[in-house]
């Protein structure tokens, strides 16, 4: 009996100090563990954002990259026109030079046989051997007229289709410089744009590292934090234990003085509790209290639920149906399960030796969520059963039937 009241007071000294520290796993760092989720939250939304803007990026990119690969084909058409200009002009000057030449060769023709016309006849009829030497000479002259007029002509022709070909490439030219005009303004204006999305993702980009970077001076904190909590725990736990060796010492002393004195054991509740509210009993069968809710047992303040004692193993059942908050370990209340009903109202089941749910889990009132064990601050096999209301401890007589 006195091994066993021994056992109970490291039980209650471990739940006195998790009552006056407020040391419960998740509940250390809460508002920096908001921060870090909502600016998690608003990273997901940058980087959207600039998914959506890099995409622009690259669809102006590949429309720069398809105009520029135009505008190249309009500039190698426009030097080729400038090109067959540059050939049509010199063409065209040497027909002009062509033209005149044969226009003075004729002129001096003509003229020769305007101021020599009876001569040149009178010659030919004396210098001809016969009459029909003299006609072929005379239609030699004529022919050469008429050579010297098809020349001229012909070279005018020539000149005038130079001249509109010149003047045709000159109008392909025009178009062709306007269309380079165009072209080049559309790319000017994509690259523009192309630059002002890019500055966007750098913008998205520069948020997105500040955040992270917040993020990480913000876990920082929290671990410094937690590992604040914890040694000021472990101090907490050395006070104490050294106040129950003192205790024991004390105890010991007394009992030495008063063998004569019988001890009288606390009693355990082996009877059912009933209580005021619509909640299911969580370990059907078992009815054992160990520790009721507002004990003391040398806490400095009252112990935060109600210790249901039962062996290893025993199923352990959800009080009302709703959905698994948390299920995990911790040091403190070890394996443990909180289910949250709405209202800010929430179940707490701890020390199990086996947990039977998981988080985010929907379940119904009377399913197994775990089995009875004595993980964490446990000093036997029992069921430590709590309620919250918006974070803090409630007396669950006042939910339970």
Same mark, same amino acid.
């Given at each position: ?44 939304? @940058?980087? +959207? ?9 690259? +669809? ?29 002009? +010199? ?32 010659? @030919? ?5 016969? #009459? ?25 022709? /020539? ?7 010149? +003047? ?157 908050? *948390? ?8 394996? *443990? ?7 800010? #109202?929430? /179940? ?14 929907? #379940? ?10 004595? /993980? ?16 803090? *401890?409630?007396?669950? *007589?006042?939910?339970?039937?």
């Amino acid at each position: 009996m006195k091994k066993i009241k021994r056992r109970m007071g490291f039980f209650l000294i471990f739940v006195m100090i998790i009552a006056s520290t407020g040391i419960v796993s998740g509940e250390v760092g809460q508002e920096q563990k908001n921060k870090i989720s909502e600016i998690e939250s608003k990273n997901k939304d @940058l980087e +959207k954002k600039k998914e959506k803007a890099q995409s622009e990026v690259n +669809k102006l990119e590949s429309q720069v990259a398809d105009i520029s690969v135009t505008l190249n084909n309009t500039n190698a058409k426009l030097a080729s026109t400038e090109n067959k200009i540059d050939n049509a002009e +010199k063409k065209l000057k040497k027909a002009q030079e062509q033209e005149n030449s044969q226009y003075d060769s004729m002129k001096v023709r003509i003229q020769y046989m305007y101021e020599n016309g009876n001569t040149q006849m009178i010659d @030919l009829l004396f210098n001809s051997d016969s #009459i029909t030497d003299f006609m072929d000479k005379a239609e030699y002259i004529t022919e050469l007229s008429e050579y010297d007029r098809n020349m001229l002509n012909e070279m005018v022709r /020539t000149k005038e289709t130079i001249a509109n070909t010149k +003047k045709e490439l000159e109008t392909k030219k025009k178009e062709l410089v306007s269309l380079q005009k165009k072209q080049k303004d559309s790319m000017n204006q994509l690259i523009a744009l192309s630059a002002s999305k890019q500055n966007e993702v750098d913008s998205y980009n520069g948020i997105i590292q500040q955040n992270e970077a917040a993020v990480e001076d913000l876990e920082a904190e929290i671990a410094q934090m937690e590992k604040q909590a914890a040694e000021e725990e472990s101090r907490r736990i050395a006070e104490e234990e050294s106040r129950r060796k003192e205790q024991e010492k004390l105890a010991a002393a007394n009992r030495n003085k008063e063998n004569t004195t019988p001890v009288t054991q606390a009693p355990v509740i082996n009877t059912r509790h009933t209580g005021t509210g619509s909640y299911s009993w969580p370990l059907p069968g078992q009815y054992t209290i160990s520790s009721n809710y507002g004990d003391t047992d040398g806490r400095s303040s009252g112990h935060n639920g109600v210790d249901i004692s039962a062996p290893a193993g025993t199923p352990i059942v959800a009080a009302c149906s709703g959905t698994v908050e *948390w299920a995990n370990y911790s040091s403190s209340a070890g394996n *443990w399960v909180g289910i949250s009903h709405g209202g800010g #109202i929430t /179940t707490v089941y701890m020390h199990m030796s086996a947990i039977a749910v998981s988080a985010g889990q929907k #379940i119904s009132e009377g399913q197994t969520i775990g089995y009875v064990g004595t /993980t964490g601050w446990s000093t036997g096999n029992h069921l430590h059963f709590g309620v919250r209301v918006n974070g803090a *401890w409630a007396n669950p *007589w006042n939910f339970l039937k």
